[in-house]
């Protein structure tokens, strides 16, 4: 069952499109990444399931139902972001308390473990938190909510890599215990990756990938060594990557598959064959130019 | 299609809990305010009258209500402004909410913030009467009774749902429907509160 | 960090090699039911979909089987079956790289034998 499925989804702002015939699947209880630069529309994207935004064009159903002002949509799914606000005279305590009717699968007990593990302040007001204080809380909402389509844009921001680790951990457990839809979208897929099953790459609002986590991490491979020998073995190969570290050697990704069956030989040619994390090479499928931001120091 | 009304009716009623117990703090804004009219009606009465005859003049002031009713009013309204805001709005956003249910809630809310306001108001009117009884000077007093008159909380209660109504659609004409952030913009929802309707009917003509 | 991300093993193929280690210092003996993949997902921190695909090579590889409604069970003489695996993969792989990395260093045959020989002296050493 697809949970989220779009066609052609777009959203414009006069001339700029924020998200350009999108066409995905989303499949239920799995947990999604949402990997892409700045501006590339994860937010747009997340926020028009969630349903907070109309799109401009093309079809959006989540759980069958168009999202936009759809109680049942928002009954079934919690958006976590750090703009989310509460009133200024309820403490954190009162905001677990008030907010548990709205969502059938609260877990009060979660919620006080995980309120209480991190040592929060039963009477401090939400507005008084500092950036991870506030990212740690209002994931504790997202994670104790067990709502079966969980959204969190950028959970970890401002918290320190123990919470972060404490965080994965948190959210994996329960969602073993109790199964959902997740979708997360984080800059920091290395830290993130291990507990994704899917990962979504957006590249300027379109889609670059969709994939297994699995698969994308054994999709590239890098080449290094003698620039020669490497050009040699990848002529005629769509480059993904290439870097020139040092006089006369070279760093090339390239897709496996081009390459694999020549592994041997290129080991035997004194080349060094290194694994791509997901990370780079989501950051070199997205890079505006091949060569990166060393093309600025180029010039003179 | 019954149990989607139920479940509208139970998460607006759920929404409208959260929102009575998010502003409290109006409430202080209005019993503040209500002290401030009392004394000012205290001072300068609700209204005057004289009337002279060559050898006899009468003066006749009134205290009632009425200022304390007015400035009332004026904090429904400065309350029903703010319910529209962007900034009220944003403590919809954790919960499960739709436009309808939303401007349900808002309803609710000003009802029971209009019911209330009616209630003490005209309580205070008495309040006022009690305070002249025993301050003035008693020989010039003509008491129309201490009952609470129904008539000003049933002026209290409609005027406010009214003005409610009013800035509802006031808002209909200087907000997008979809406002770039967020989609509770409200066009249609407001058609079913009954008792605004009818009377807002009354006061501007059709819809 | 108890599995290596930014190694060339993919994770799963690292939870199948953990997961033959245990069959082989018999923490799982033969015929006992093998970890299952939410069992594995909490213990790594990692998604049960990946546990999955190790236990799926595994399974692929005979070393366990399903039972129906009970899960994965480690199959008989699995222990055996990994030990010959691994001599002739995993070893002779090993081999395999030593000899080229000994030719790339321009170490000869009877130089690398006599390494060969006093890394196992030095090993026997520490186990005394």
């Not at chain 1, 991190?118 to 991870?132: A, E, I, M, T, V």
């Not at chain 1, 969709?210 to 073995?233: C, D, T, W, Y």
């Not at chain 3, 002739?88 to 060969?116: C, G, K, T």
């Amino acid at each position: 069952m697809n949970v989220i499925q779009c066609e052609d989804l777009t959203k414009s702002y006069g001339k700029l499109k924020a998200i350009d015939y999108l066409s995905i699947e989303i499949a239920e209880n799995k947990i999604t990444g949402l990997i892409g630069r700045n501006g590339s529309g994860k937010t747009t994207l997340l926020k028009m399931i969630a349903g907070y935004l109309k799109p401009t064009y093309g079809e959006l159903k989540v759980f069958s139902e168009k999202p936009f002002n759809s109680l049942f949509v928002s009954e079934n799914s919690i958006f976590i972001d750090d703009a989310m606000t509460f009133p200024d005279s309820f403490t954190l305590t009162d905001i677990l308390t008030e907010v548990a009717p709205f969502y059938a699968n609260w877990s009060s007990s979660l919620a006080k473990g995980l309120f209480d593990y991190f040592s929060f302040n039963p009477k401090q007001p939400h507005s008084n938190l500092s950036k991870g204080s506030r990212s740690t809380f209002n994931s504790i909402l997202g994670i104790a909510s067990r709502s079966p389509l969980t959204i969190m844009d950028e959970p970890t921001t401002g918290m320190d890599s123990g919470v972060r680790k404490d965080f994965y951990r948190a959210l994996l457990r329960d969602y073993l215990e109790y199964p959902r839809t997740i979708i997360l979208s984080s800059h920091l897929l290395s830290e993130l990756e291990e507990i994704l099953e899917d990962i979504l790459l957006l590249d300027n609002g379109t889609k670059r990938l969709h994939l297994p986590v699995m698969e994308l991490k054994e999709l590239a491979v890098g080449i290094r060594g003698n620039a020669q020998a490497v050009l040699s073995f990848v002529e005629g190969k769509e480059i993904i990557y290439q870097e020139n570290f040092a006089k006369g050697s070279l760093y090339v990704v390239v897709r496996r598959k081009l390459i694999q069956h020549q592994f041997e030989q290129i080991r035997l040619s004194g080349l060094e064959i290194l694994p791509v994390s997901a990370d780079d090479l989501c950051v070199y499928l997205t890079a505006k130019t091949k060569g990166g931001i060393d093309d600025v120091f180029k010039r003179g | 299609m019954s149990s989607k009304e139920a479940n509208l009716l139970s998460i607006s009623l759920k929404q409208y809990f959260y929102k009575l117990k998010a502003n409290t703090g109006l409430l202080n804004r209005l019993i503040i305010t209500q002290i401030f009219a009392l004394f000012l009606s205290l001072v300068g009465g609700s209204g005057m009258r004289s009337s002279s005859n060559g050898e006899l003049s009468v003066s006749l002031k009134t205290y009632s209500a009425s200022t304390v009713i007015f400035f009332s009013l004026l904090w429904i309204v400065i309350v029903a402004i703010f319910l529209t805001t962007k900034q009220y709005k944003k403590i919809e956003i954790p919960l499960v909410v739709n436009r309808l249910s939303g401007s349900l809630s808002d309803v609710g809310l000003l009802m029971t913030a209009s019911v209330f306001a009616g209630i003490t108001s005209s309580l205070a009117g008495v309040f006022l009467r009690v305070i002249m009884y025993f301050t003035f000077d008693r020989s010039k007093l003509v008491i129309n009774g201490f009952v609470l008159p129904l008539s000003d909380l049933w002026l209290g209660f409609n005027s406010c749902d009214f003005i409610h109504d009013l800035n509802l659609r006031a808002g209909l004409f200087y907000r997008d429907v979809d406002s770039s952030e967020y989609g509770f913009r409200n066009i249609s929802s407001h058609r079913n509160f009954g008792n605004s309707k009818s009377l807002s009917r009354f006061f501007l003509g059709s819809c | 960090m108890i599995l290596n991300t930014d190694s060339m093993k993919p994770l799963y193929v690292q939870i199948a090699e953990w997961l033959e280690g245990e069959i082989l210092s018999e923490n799982i003996k033969e015929e006992e039911r093998i970890y299952s993949q939410y069992q594995l997902a909490e213990m790594f921190t990692i998604n049960p979909a990946t546990a999955a695909k190790g236990l799926n090579i595994l399974a692929d590889e005979t070393i366990v089987y399903k039972k129906r409604g009970l899960g994965m069970f480690v199959s008989p003489n699995a222990k055996q079956f990994i030990l010959t695996k691994r001599r002739s993969r995993i070893l002779e792989q090993m081999i395999m790289e030593l000899v080229m990395e000994a030719n790339r260093l321009d170490v000869s045959e009877s130089e690398l034998n006599r390494m060969i020989q006093l890394a196992r002296q030095n090993k026997e050493e520490k186990q005394l």
